[in-house]
């Protein structure tokens, strides 16, 4: 059931041309290719340009120098010191849980982090308990990675049982993009292992295409729904994938019909490898302008980006 696909059968699958695999895929790249069946069953056969084959792609041109794009844009190795722990912005303190994810997303600003060295042990962990429970400000956590549904249902409820006992914390938030791309993940036994709690639960998936949700998607989110459950989500925008105002659009009504909010829409992190997917700033903004024209305010993403320096994320002034 969670199976993945190596790139050869991939290509094979998908009947990517000999041509075109020699010419444009890295086989050989250092942030390996790795996609599970249930979202490459998604893709079209045969079409170079389907936008959820070029989330996962493993492209030559990602080796492409390119200025200001870094291996750590929010430099978060330099501010993760703390074991696991990022906190960064008040109030809200977020956990690089789980190392792995089921599928490597090409623009990910965390494709160099060095997740083998934030593995959570007895030890880490001790250390994240005792500073949550002296900083009383904080008053949600954030699982992040990696991507926390990897972690076990057993695992995710010990974890979630030991933050349950700090007095101040009041919401558990949970990034992942498990829901979308492998909803066979989603039953009752994880429901109950992220809920048994005092918590409020908000569960902050990514999408970046409406070809993301299927059928499959839609019926597992009345998981969430049956049990609560906030869920919100965030996309990237990314050149030919999703940067235009029918795709946008298409996405938000989509998520809004499977119960889920728009909540962020990232201007792309400049990390190394990534750069063939930036949509400029210039062009984000007139794509959002257009966009509040054609869809109620509460299916409009907030337009932001992050600038490692900053207290939270920074809203892009849209220049009315
Ligand atoms: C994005 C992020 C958060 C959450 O920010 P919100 O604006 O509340 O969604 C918290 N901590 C870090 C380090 C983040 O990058
Ligand atoms: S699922 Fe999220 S953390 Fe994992 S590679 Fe994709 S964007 Fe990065």
Redesign the pocket.
């Known amino acids: 059931m969670t199976s993945n696909y190596s790139l050869e059968e991939l290509i094979k699958k998908l009947e990517l041309s000999n041509e075109f695999v020699s010419n444009n895929i890295d086989l050989n790249s250092n942030f390996n290719f790795?996609a599970n069946k249930s979202f490459i069953s998604k893709i079209k056969k045969g079409d170079l340009k389907d936008p959820l084959l070029l989330q996962i792609l493993p492209l030559k041109k990602e080796k492409k120098k390119v200025a200001n794009y870094v291996k750590d844009p929010l430099n978060e190795v330099k501010n993760s010191t703390k074991n696991n722990l990022l906190y960064k912005y008040y109030g809200r303190a977020l956990i690089i849980i789980s190392p792995t994810?089921?599928?490597?997303?090409r623009?990910?600003?965390?494709?160099n982090f060095p997740y083998e060295n934030y593995i959570i042990n007895k030890k880490n962990w001790e250390n994240i308990f005792s500073f949550l429970s002296s900083n009383e400000e904080i008053e949600e956590v954030i699982f992040?990675?990696?991507?926390p549904l990897t972690l076990t249902n057993k695992k995710l409820k010990s974890l979630t049982k030991d933050l349950e006992t700090i007095k101040h914390l009041k919401r558990l938030r949970i990034?992942?993009?498990?829901p979308i791309?492998l909803p066979e993940r989603i039953d009752t036994n994880l429901i109950n292992s992220i809920t048994s709690t005092k918590f409020k639960t908000i569960m902050v998936v990514?999408t970046n295409h409406p070809n993301e949700i299927d059928e499959k998607v839609y019926n597992s989110n009345k998981y969430f729904k049956d049990s609560n459950i906030t869920l919100l989500n965030q996309s990237?925008l990314l050149k030919n994938i999703n940067d235009n105002v029918e795709t946008l659009k298409k996405l938000s009504e989509i998520l809004f019909e499977s119960g889920i909010l728009p909540y962020y829409l990232h201007l792309l992190d400049k990390v190394e490898g990534s750069s063939h997917f930036e949509v400029s700033e210039k062009n984000a903004k007139k794509l959002m302008r257009k966009l509040l024209e054609v869809l109620p305010g509460f299916l409009v993403p907030k337009l932001v980006k992050e600038i490692h320096s900053k207290r939270s994320k920074v809203p892009i002034d849209l220049n009315y």
């Open positions: 790795k994810c089921k599928i490597h997303c623009y990910c600003f965390r494709r992040s990675g990696g991507d990034h992942s993009r498990i791309i990514h990237v």
